[in-house]
């Protein structure tokens, strides 16, 4: 599965758009783009996916480059319970060795403040 | 719905004793997984499995066994404890073929090897 790149930290004034970007510059055709949220020592928490096309569910907005190279999470609102670890993860949705896991990285903590 | 549920919260071992960390999903998923997460890193995957009777390694299987008899349970066992293994472990399970495939994760084990 291709890595990706984040940055360490973030800070976010409450209300306002958070934008967490994430590069994955080797991504591969079947590859998805997943983001994950972990807020202080409990477990992870799905936030969104995508592949080609701009996503947005109840939680979160993802942007994904035409290139498909980097992407960017994006929070519109954000409020003090937002403030959390942002895992970006690509996976191959195919099954095989390790492919069926997300290998999680360092991820970027988002500060928010009011 | 109680979802992914770890046993023990916490623990704390001394060096070369073993245990078993508990794992149990009611939702019918068939992967499940064990991640830890060291201070200030993100996770790593141990050991995971894609149903009954099939398990497979992960990034950092050594000085762990799993098992996997039932769709529910997904047992991690600690045969000779040490200091490295000091750790926060997380279960997660999740659907393949499901929109996102996502993983739900417990609430996590704190275990402690002095």
């Known amino acids: 599965d291709a890595k990706t790149t984040q940055p360490t930290s973030m800070d976010c004034a409450e209300g306002r758009a958070a934008n967490l970007p994430c590069n994955h510059s080797?991504?591969?055709?079947?590859?998805?783009v997943y983001w994950y949220r972990q807020i202080h020592s409990q477990g992870p928490q799905y936030i969104i996916h995508g592949l080609k096309n701009n996503e947005t569910n109840e939680m979160a907005s993802l942007i994904i480059t035409e290139d498909r190279k980097s992407s960017t999470l994006i929070l519109p609102h954000a409020t003090l319970r937002d403030t959390a670890v942002y895992y970006c993860?690509?996976?191959?949705?195919?099954?095989?060795?390790?492919?069926?896991?997300?290998?999680f990285g360092k991820g970027t903590t988002l500060s928010v403040s009011s | 719905n109680a979802g992914v549920t770890q046993t023990p919260k916490f623990r704390i071992l001394k060096i070369g004793q073993s245990m078993t960390l508990q794992c149990a999903q009611d939702m019918n998923h068939n992967y499940m997984y064990w991640y830890r997460q060291d201070p200030g890193m993100g996770l790593k995957l141990i050991y995971y499995s894609v149903g009954a009777g099939i398990t497979d390694k992960g990034e950092v299987p050594n000085g762990y066994n799993v098992s996997r008899s039932t769709t529910e349970d997904f047992p991690l066992r600690l045969e000779l404890a040490a200091p490295s293994q000091t750790s926060v472990y997380f279960c997660a399970s999740s659907n393949p073929g499901t929109p996102g495939e996502k993983l739900f994760f417990g609430s996590g084990t704190q275990l402690s090897v002095l």
């Open positions: 993860i690509v996976r191959s949705r195919e099954g095989g060795q390790a492919g069926t896991a997300l290998i």
């Open positions: 080797t991504i591969s055709g079947n590859e998805y």
